[in-house]
Structures are given as structure tokens and as C-alpha cells.
């Protein structure tokens, strides 16, 4: 790899951002890395809350709805 292709930059680099959707209500979700005591998280991105919104619940689709 030439230093043209990116080779200093690291893997991280060539990797483009996929996001993350939440199952249960389908907004986007971040994660909020861990430290010394404390566990990686995975939150919603416009509220910084792991639990959905009880109204963004409600307009869900419903999976068991065959």
C-alpha cells in the first residue's frame, strides 16, 4: 500500500459509517464507549437514552402482524 492509498491513516480510515437502527422503533443509535467500571453502551442519538420514546414505540410496526 502507498502512502497515497491511506497506509498511515489506519483501517478505521477505509471504513465508511454505518448506522445504527434501533430494532424496536427505528431511529438512529450511537454507542457511548465504555471506561474503568463502566460498560459500553448503545443509546439513542437525538435523546442519549438507551430506552426508546414510549410514542415512537406506538408507531412501530408490529413484527408478529403476519
Do not use: W
Amino acid at each position: 500500500m502507498t502512502p497515497s492509498e491511506g497506509a498511515g491513516a489506519g483501517p478505521a480510515a477505509h471504513r465508511s459509517r454505518i448506522p445504527l437502527i434501533c430494532p424496536r422503533c427505528g431511529h438512529e443509535q450511537r454507542v457511548v464507549p465504555g471506561g474503568p467500571g463502566r460498560a459500553i453502551k448503545v443509546v439513542h442519538a437525538d435523546t442519549g437514552r438507551e430506552a426508546c420514546e414510549p410514542g415512537d414505540l406506538a408507531r412501530a410496526p408490529d413484527d408478529d402482524a403476519a
